[in-house]
Each structure stands twice: as C-alpha cells, then as structure tokens.
C-alpha cells in the first residue's frame, strides 16, 4: 500500500469466484474517483478475449484479471492472468497512482499464474499473451 489506496473487499471476493468458481471471464479493476481505494469496474461472466481488449479504457490505467484459455497438445488449458495496463495516452499521474498501487491488488489475488505489463494494444494481444503462457508453462 505504498500509495495509500486500500483494495474494497468485494475486489477478492469476485476474484474468488473466477479463480474457484470459474463464474467470471474477467475481471477489471479500477481506482475510485478519489483515487483512494481499488474497486471492480466490471466483473464479466462470459466474454471473449476480444471483448476484454475493448474492455481496457484507451486514455485510461486499469488492473485487470483474465482467466486465460489455450489450447495444447494436451488439451485445453486454463490460466489466471493479472493485467497491468498502463496506456502510452494516459495521464502522467494516473500512470504514477495505478504504478505505485498495484502491488495492494496483486498481492491479494494468490493463485495467478503471470503478470502482463502493457502499454498498447499489441502487448495485450492474444498471440503475444499466449506466446508467454506458452514459455513460461514449459
């Protein structure tokens, strides 16, 4: 909490659901108006990973947790993701706030598998997303 933002509680109860209860997609976080605490900007029961780029703000930071679905030769796999999208046309404190506040967030949603850092829309791509999963799982 280097930034003072508290997480509200609703935030770990939602990601409960989509880690344990597979009820969400996705889930993307944001900060309250006055920038002091973490909270739920949407929690989406069922999405396509297409719907979720749309989802990210183009001038805006937010946090956001994706259960990420890929195919191997073994099968379908299922991975927890956290985002961390920090847009080149955001704000210079927005970027510094959503920066300084993650670690408040992350640290409360155990059981995620990677942590992707992107500034623009090909570092949120699926391909790129997936070629990390990817490498990281073998």
Not at 70 to 99: C, Q
Not at 122 to 130: C, D, I, K, M
């Amino acid at each position: 909490m280097a930034s003072g933002v508290d997480v509200d509680s609703e935030c770990l109860n939602v990601f409960q659901d989509l880690k344990l209860k597979k009820k969400y997609a996705y889930i993307v976080y944001k900060l309250s108006d006055d920038m002091k605490q973490i909270v739920i900007d949407q929690a989406v029961e069922k999405g396509t990973y297409e719907e979720f780029i749309k989802s990210l703000p183009k001038d805006d930071c937010r946090w956001a947790v994706y259960d990420f679905v890929y195919n191997t030769s073994d099968g379908e796999r299922h991975k927890i993701l956290f985002y961390s999208w920090s847009p080149d046309t955001a704000r210079i404190k927005s970027k510094m706030v959503y920066a300084a506040s993650k670690d408040a967030l992350r640290k409360k949603c155990d059981g995620v598998f990677t942590e992707i850092q992107c500034t623009d829309l090909s570092e949120v791509a699926f391909q790129t997303v997936h070629d990390k999963v990817n490498r990281m799982s073998a």
